[in-house]
């Protein structure tokens, strides 16, 4: 669900795609909550990729933080 682009992880699926955002969230080792309510995206009824504290937004998509520190 990440492409790699340089040193990062990039969610391949854009800023909109709700559904992919959730199903890699549940996938997800790392997913931590944000903490900050100003920073969430979606309802936190599921966990989302769009609602992590590891989620970096970038002009197309997010990076995942996580992602590459776990990953060969």
């Known amino acids: 669900m990440f492409y790699k682009r340089d040193n990062s992880f990039v969610f391949k699926y854009g800023k909109k795609?709700?559904?992919k955002?959730?199903?890699s969230a549940a996938l997800c080792e790392n997913?931590?909550?944000d903490?900050?309510?100003d920073e969430l995206i979606t309802s936190t009824k599921?966990?989302?990729?769009?609602?992590?504290l590891f989620r970096r937004w970038c002009s197309d998509?997010?990076?995942c933080m996580k992602k590459g520190i776990y990953e060969s």
């Open 21 to 23: 955002a959730i199903e």
């Open 17 to 19: 795609n709700y559904d």
């Open 35 to 37: 903490k900050d309510e």
């Open 61 to 63: 998509s997010f990076i």
């Open 46 to 52: 599921k966990n989302s990729c769009y609602n992590c």
């Open 31 to 33: 997913f931590v909550l």
